[in-house]
């Protein structure tokens, strides 16, 4: 019994973490709930003060049943609201989360030689972004790495993509080429994720297509979206490195 309550519970979080409503919508529930609720104190008040048992009863009864049906009335009225939620915390995190863990870890710790700092680019569409990372220098040349995230409300796709390597028939043996590159694969396998042997072929480019599956919760807990794009700046980070010797 106590963990259906608690499943029942978290399921109610979770969706009211989804409600993404008009702000007229929030005034109105607003006041429409300020009103229940002060309405049914003021049974409560008024049975307890003269000990009226039907007052009391039906401020309970308004506390305990009023207000949860009104909170489902919302969800079903406003339903989409939910989609507009995931899909604003997408964005998010493909567009702030994830470059604001690169720079930040491209700060953090000076690349060489001292000084060096790499310029990041950034294309998104949809659920799909786009990331070059670049020299310094303009004109220094081809992009130090080119990736993709491809994310999915709880399921993401990195492809990181090769300018030269289209007679690559396996994508592990890109990263045993070098102790760098295999350590940057460890790391990835460690944090969940799973290489696609075949490597995509794409726009005259090689793709090396890392997937992963996430907390269903993911796209709502800040904590978890922190943690992955900071992960994932470390693992670009050992990229970079790896790429520049």
């Not at 990331?131 to 990195?158: C, Q, S």
């Not at 599956?213 to 904590?223: I, Q, R, S, V, Y």
Request: hydrophobic share 45%.
């Amino acid at each position: 019994m106590l963990q259906d309550n608690a499943r029942l519970s978290n399921d109610i979080i979770r969706w009211l973490k989804l409600l993404a409503l008009p702000r007229w919508a929030k005034v109105g529930l607003a006041i429409i709930l300020l009103f229940t609720l002060a309405n049914a104190l003021g049974l409560l008040a008024v049975g307890m003060l003269t000990l009226d048992k039907d007052s009391i009863t039906a401020g309970i009864t308004v506390m305990t049943v009023g207000l949860p049906v009104g909170l489902m009335v919302v969800a079903v009225v406003f339903g989409d609201g939910g989609l507009r939620r995931l899909k604003s915390l997408t964005q998010t995190v493909l567009n702030e989360d994830i470059p604001t863990a690169l720079r930040e870890n491209f700060n953090a710790r000076p690349f060489e030689p001292a000084g060096w700092l790499p310029k990041l680019q950034t294309r998104t569409s949809g659920c799909c972004a786009d990331y070059r990372v670049r020299h310094p220098t303009p004109g220094a040349g081809v992009d130090i790495l080119h990736f993709i995230v491809e994310l999915n409300i709880n399921k993401v796709n990195l492809v990181i993509l090769l300018p030269h390597a289209c007679d690559l028939a396996h994508a592990a043996d890109y990263f045993r080429c070098s102790s760098s590159l295999q350590s940057c694969l460890d790391g990835a396998l460690r944090e969940g994720y799973a290489l696609n042997e075949a490597p995509e072929h794409r726009n005259g480019a090689t793709g090396l297509v890392l997937t992963r599956t996430l907390h269903e919760d993911f796209l709502l807990d800040p904590a978890r979206r922190l943690y992955f794009a900071q992960d994932l700046a470390f693992f670009i980070r050992g990229m970079i490195e790896a790429h520049r010797g």
